[in-house]
């Protein structure tokens, strides 16, 4: 159980394109799902915590008008990198709570090139 | 804020030999901690957690202490196997279901 699913694993896509990057709880619903950021060789970042029904509360220094984040359902997150730059090249990873048990499960990651 | 410090960054060992991380956190107000290995290309996985009214958990070869006295809390490997080579992340959590982590730890298990 607790199985988290990310699509796409990796996606490149030319500079001022956006990019959306979908998340699934496969086996539960989640309230709350989080977004992170991993460069090579570092921790995760979190960026912004997704709300089912609510909007998105994002980390400092994270542009939300960048980062969109929607939580449209108790099973799917997403998070749209807009108009996007080679420095947004990175691996995002998502995780979602499990049953507000603080439990967090993590996708797989999509590794995100921009060119 | 929450803080979290990890030690060692990296750790080689022999296989069967054991493995020790420690991290220690700055937010008495927490209370779950949870330890996730990654590896390379893959999102983190959940290998074991303990919360504040627990002193011990143990799964198997794995197994984590907490100290909510001095704050910090270790993950145990017992009899490593090269397939546990990996980043071990610990991570603490205390409100709004967010976790703060540590910057991680690479273990090497040489055969």
């Known amino acids: 159980g607790a199985v988290v699913s990310q699509h796409p694993s990796w996606v490149i896509c030319k500079s001022g394109t956006s990019v959306k990057i979908e998340c699934r709880s496969l086996d539960f619903q989640a309230t709350t799902m989080f977004w992170y950021r991993q460069f090579p060789k570092q921790s995760l970042m979190l960026m912004a915590t997704?709300?089912?029904?609510?909007?998105?509360?994002?980390e400092q220094g994270v542009e939300k008008d960048k980062f969109l984040i929607n939580h449209a359902s108790l099973t799917l997150s997403t998070l749209t990198v807009t108009s996007a730059h080679p420095e947004d090249s990175s691996f995002y990873i998502c995780?979602?709570?499990?049953?507000?048990?603080?439990?967090?499960?993590f996708g797989p990651g999509t590794r995100l090139t921009v060119t | 804020g929450e803080n979290v410090e990890q030690h060692p960054s990296t750790l080689s060992v022999q296989e069967g030999d054991s493995a020790v991380i420690k991290c220690t956190y700055s937010d008495s107000a927490s209370n779950y901690f949870p330890w996730y290995k990654q590896e390379l290309g893959k999102g983190p996985q959940l290998i074991i957690d303990i919360r504040s009214n627990v002193g011990e958990k143990k799964d198997q070869r794995i197994a984590v202490t907490l100290n909510k006295t001095a704050k910090h809390f270790s993950l145990h490997i017992t009899e490593t196997q090269p397939e546990d080579s990996a980043v071990y992340f610990c991570a603490g959590g205390g409100s709004n279901y967010k976790l703060t982590f540590g910057k991680g730890t690479l273990l090497t298990v040489n055969p």
């Open positions: 995780s979602a709570d499990y049953r507000e048990s603080y439990e967090q499960y």
């Open positions: 997704s709300n089912e029904g609510s909007k998105a509360t994002y």
